[in-house]
């Protein structure tokens, strides 16, 4: 008996000694085929605010012609002093067609002598070259945010500083030849103007070409008394005989009407961003400076600023995004967020072959992710660049796992 007990047990530890080196081999290969989940911590910003159309209001006074024909002598947005001309006005074609040609060359005199005071000066190039990689960037810039206005001024600049780069002391005898005779032309141009006359600023302000009619229905006094129903009322019919107008202050407003539960827990003095299309450059601050009564859902929001007016010069109805606040922090996948003992949030991140226990703060919730605090106080926190572990299995601090 006690030789068959002995062959007995032998058996059974020779069983388990091959099931315990099964199960051992099947988690060394599970291991290897079970790649370990992991998210970069990133720094992440979000708002919370909401998306309307409604309308820039200004100072505006708009200028009128006695003549159908026209020529513009400003840009959009450029800053006029009372009493300076906007613009000349022409009773005939052929007086509009000789303006012209006195523009042109007077833009080709002006580009030509630039460039034959630099082939005159032994000036260093590379300045030059610099200013012209700047322009290049500048036109770059206007294109891709559509403003055909800046996009010109960086164009027209760009070719003066090209010709005045590719000209050396060799043609400056020749351009001084084409400057006598632009000149020669300028003058014989001058003595012969008839038909035109000359529209001035009565005051000063933002010049700006693009009259609409509103006016005198949008006005700065109006929108003190105006309801949410009143923006359907607008009608915009601009005059035959307008020049343009002037932005005579730099105080401008935006006006919509949104939902009132949109506006719950804002008041009159709030800064606000607003990110209008793409015809402005970048954000504007502003501030809440009125919120109407309920209108059925629906209440007046009219926003202020006193910057930036020269931008919004050409603007009136317009798509924006109203911006109320705005998160800035780390984002961190729901699925990696862990609670300790304490109620404390926090992630196990790898540092090695380890996962490390980093407490944070949650700022907002952003759907599938949180919003943490960035606290750069210390490093124990967490940090841009850190991998969150994403597991369904135990997890603790300290613990080995399978990077």
Excluded at 24 to 34: E, P, S
Excluded at 46 to 74: A, H, M, Y
Excluded at 232 to 244: E, I, S, Y
Aim: hydrophobic share 40%; aromatic share 6%.
């Amino acid at each position: 008996m006690k030789k068959q007990g002995g062959i007995y047990l032998k058996v059974v530890f020779g069983v388990l000694g091959v099931f315990l080196a099964v199960v051992l081999l099947l988690r060394v290969f599970t291991a290897q085929g079970k790649q370990l989940q992991t998210e970069t911590a990133v720094l992440y910003e979000v708002g919370d605010g909401i998306t309307t159309s409604g309308f820039v209001v200004r100072d505006e006074r708009v200028l009128t012609k006695p003549n159908s024909i026209l020529t513009l002598q400003c840009k959009e947005g450029e800053w006029v002093g009372a009493g300076q001309s906007v613009a000349i006005s022409h009773t005939s074609e052929a007086a509009r067609v000789d303006e012209l040609q006195r523009r042109s060359l007077s833009e080709e005199l002006e580009q030509l002598e630039y460039a034959y005071t630099y082939a005159t000066s032994n000036a260093d190039a590379a300045p030059l070259d610099d200013t012209i990689e700047q322009q290049i960037t500048a036109l770059s810039a206007g294109v891709a945010r559509h403003d055909l206005t800046a996009a010109a001024e960086s164009a027209e600049l760009l070719k003066t500083y090209i010709l005045r780069r590719d000209t050396g002391q060799d043609d400056s005898q020749a351009l001084l030849n084409r400057i006598t005779e632009l000149r020669t032309q300028l003058e014989a141009l001058g003595s012969a103007q008839t038909g035109s006359g000359t529209i001035t600023a009565p005051c000063s302000g933002y010049f700006s070409a693009n009259v609409d009619g509103l006016e005198e229905q949008l006005t700065p006094d109006r929108l003190q008394t105006m309801r949410a129903a009143d923006l359907d009322t607008l009608q915009a019919a601009a005059p035959t005989n307008a020049v343009g107008k002037l932005i005579t202050s730099n105080t401008w407003y935006y006006v919509a009407a949104v939902e009132t539960a949109q506006l719950q827990g804002q008041e009159v003095g709030d800064a606000v961003t607003v990110r209008f299309s793409y015809q402005l450059k970048q954000d504007v601050t502003m501030q809440i400076a009125r919120i109407g009564s309920d209108e059925d859902g629906k209440c007046l929001l009219v926003l202020t600023a006193n910057t930036r007016v020269f931008d919004t010069t050409a603007l009136r109805q317009q798509t924006a995004d109203v911006i109320f606040q705005t998160y800035r922090g780390l984002r961190v996948p729901k699925q990696g967020l862990y609670t300790d003992e304490e109620g404390n949030a926090g992630v196990y991140v790898l540092q090695g072959a380890t996962a490390e226990w980093k407490q944070v703060e949650i700022i907002r919730d952003n759907d599938d992710s949180y919003i943490v605090t960035l606290s750069q106080d210390s490093t124990d926190g967490l940090w841009p660049g850190d991998e969150i572990i994403l597991t369904d299995e135990e997890i603790y601090d300290g613990k080995v796992v399978q990077p």
